[in-house]
C-alpha cells in the first residue's frame, strides 16, 4: 500500500517535471525556422493565417488585407505592412525583427501585395 504510494507519487512528480521542461523558455533562434527561399506563402501560414486566412480578419472585418481594403487605409506598399507588423494598430499582436527577421517580413508583405486582390 506505502510502497504504491511512493511509486505513483514518483511517476507523477517524474511526469510533471517532464511536461515543464518540455516547454520552451526561449523562442527558438530566428535562423532555425528561416527557410532559404524565405517563402511568403509558407510564411504567412505560419504567422499570418490565423487571423488573416484568405486575407481576411476573423477579428476586424473592416481591415482585411485584400489590396483595396489596404488601399482605403494608405497601405500600398510593402514597407508599410512591414511597419504595421513591428506597430500594430490595436488588437494584432507585435511581430519584432527578433522573431520574424526583416526579409521574411518583406517575403511576406510581398506576398500579401501580389495574392489577395
Ligand atoms: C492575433 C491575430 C492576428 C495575427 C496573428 C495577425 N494579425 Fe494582422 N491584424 C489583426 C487585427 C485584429 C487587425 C486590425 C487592426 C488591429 O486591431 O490591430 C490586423 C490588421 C492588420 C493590417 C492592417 C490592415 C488595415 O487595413 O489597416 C495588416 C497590414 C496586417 N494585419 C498584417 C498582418 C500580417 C502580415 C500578419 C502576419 C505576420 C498578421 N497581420 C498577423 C490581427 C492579427
Do not use: W
Amino acid at each position: 500500500m506505502c510502497a504504491r504510494l511512493i511509486i505513483m507519487t514518483l511517476a507523477c512528480a517524474l511526469y510533471c517535471g517532464c511536461s515543464s521542461q518540455d516547454k520552451p523558455t526561449t523562442m527558438p533562434a530566428a535562423t532555425e525556422r528561416r527557410t532559404p527561399s524565405s517563402d511568403g506563402a509558407a510564411l504567412y501560414r505560419q504567422y499570418c493565417a490565423s487571423c488573416h486566412p484568405d486575407g481576411g480578419n476573423v477579428s476586424d472585418p473592416s481591415r482585411t488585407l485584400r489590396r483595396s481594403s489596404l488601399a482605403s487605409h494608405h497601405i500600398t506598399t510593402a514597407d508599410d505592412i512591414i511597419r504595421i507588423m513591428r506597430n500594430p494598430i490595436s488588437r494584432m499582436i507585435r511581430f519584432d525583427p527578433a522573431s520574424l527577421p526583416d526579409h521574411d517580413a518583406r517575403a511576406i508583405a510581398e506576398y500579401i501585395l501580389t495574392t489577395f486582390k
